[in-house]
């Protein structure tokens, strides 16, 4: 699996909700589209107006996939739609892949 985790800073002339019903209701609809996209996750920050304001995961079987998938129309405007509601000076994005499970057993 191959997931790309974009930590997520808002534009500074949207408010809190402003960003949040943003990346939810427009961008999430664009960044589904994706082919090959397999899940996407949003993950908000508990405290509003202390950044990072959010992380998304973007899971995909393999790199391959992952490039294939923002190489098209509907990655394009993903990706183009991000300067809509983050501020792209300090967002950004690491490509990483799972190395190792820590199960956590508690009794």
Known sequence: MTRVLVVLYKRPDLSWDEFRRYWREEHGRRA???????????????????????IAALDFDSPEDMRRGLDTPQGRAA???????????????????ETGIIEVIVS
């Open 79 to 97: 990706v183009g739609d991000l300067a809509n509601f983050v501020d792209p000076t300090r967002t950004g994005m690491v490509v990483v892949e």
């Open 32 to 54: 589904q589209a994706i082919p090959g996209l397999r899940r996407y996750t949003h993950y908000d920050a508990k405290e509003e107006g202390r950044p990072p304001y959010g």
